[in-house]
């Protein structure tokens, strides 16, 4: 088992967006993350990011927490909720404009996406030169160029080695100055993300290799808020869980989900996803059970190499 850089205690999460109900790619990245908390004897916090509401489906989050529930996956200390935390990332907006971090930002839908049509991935920071006039609504940017050198002295390491795709780089040149609040006013994930890792202490972070193109950008704003509040910019370590796909390789749907998660038994479900995440697949018995054998057979490495997890409706023949 690999050792914790400056004894930090392992601090864990899943943190689902209430736009629908778990499915079993969900499931499996909750069960990556829970697995990987216990077997260090670390704590594992919910967190529910409902920050977009009109993406949210109404009763999505008791959902959530009852199918968690259900599956034996109970979580340390309180849930939190994004939609009560808007003051922490007001706060740091207010920190990140005390140094002018950010800008306002008005380009319309059409031009960004003429930028990307253009293979420019970066926005071209059009609205530096030229702001947009105070009464027009205008997201909120994060000025890459500020804060490289608000960082310099310390310049930021875009290097990093997740636990299960090895070592990784990503170029601040592609991450172009990143929304981190939207022109409709809300906030954008990658700030609420990072606030909310920073406050709960988040040591680790294991979820879906969707997100890993997230990890440059919320390093990014991690060490530029840190270095303005004058405090040490985490060491989060990260494990990015292969996605589970239909078997034709595309996207999981209710059409190709021959069985939802909330209609088979929890215990059928937990050891289908033991095997999704690649534990030897443990006798049927009860979930608890279940739970701490995939515990102590927990090795995130046996994932390494596997491009996407196949998903199968019925639980797949045992593992050696
Ligand atoms: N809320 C994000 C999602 O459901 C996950 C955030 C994260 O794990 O960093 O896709
Ligand atoms: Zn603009």
Redesign the pocket.
């Known amino acids: 088992m690999e050792t914790q850089p400056g004894n930090q205690p392992y601090v864990g999460r899943f943190?689902?967006?209430p736009s629908g109900d778990l499915h079993f790619g969900s499931l499996v990245c909750a069960l990556a993350s829970y697995l990987d908390a216990k077997a260090f004897g670390g704590e594992w916090l919910l967190r529910i990011?409902d920050i977009d509401p009109p993406r949210e489906q109404p009763g999505a989050k008791r959902a959530m927490l009852k199918c968690l529930e259900r599956h034996g996956l109970f979580w340390d200390r309180e849930v939190v909720y994004q939609s009560q935390r808007y003051h922490l990332y007001r706060d740091a907006l207010h920190t990140l404009a005390s140094r002018n971090l950010i800008y306002r930002c008005s380009c319309s839908r059409k031009r960004l996406s003429q930028l990307r049509n253009e293979g420019k991935n970066a926005y071209d920071r059009h609205c530096v030169y030229t702001p947009p006039p105070p009464d027009r609504a205008a997201a909120w940017r994060l000025d890459l160029n500020r804060a490289q050198q608000l960082l310099s002295g310390n310049p930021l390491n875009t290097h990093f080695e997740d636990v299960i795709l090895g070592a990784q780089h990503y170029q601040l040149a592609d991450q172009g100055d990143f929304v981190i609040h939207r022109k409709d006013g809300l906030h954008a994930?990658n700030l609420a993300?990072v606030v909310d890792d920073l406050a709960q202490g988040i040591s680790h972070?294991v979820?879906?290799a969707d997100?890993l193109s997230?990890v440059g950008p919320q390093h990014i704003l991690a060490s530029a808020l840190c270095r303005a509040l004058g405090t040490a910019p985490p060491l989060w370590r990260y494990a990015h869980i292969p996605l589970v796909t239909a078997q034709d390789g595309g996207k999981l749907s209710k059409q190709n989900r021959a069985e939802s998660i909330d209609a088979s038994p929890a215990t059928n479900n937990i050891q289908r996803a033991l095997a999704a995440l690649r534990v030897p697949v443990p006798e049927p018995a009860s979930i608890e059970d279940m739970l701490n054998f995939g515990i102590r057979n927990w090795q995130p490495k046996r994932l390494s190499g596997v491009s996407r997890i196949e998903y199968s409706a019925v639980p797949s023949s045992r593992h050696p």
């Open positions: 943190a689902p967006s990011e994930y993300v972070v979820r879906g997100l997230s």
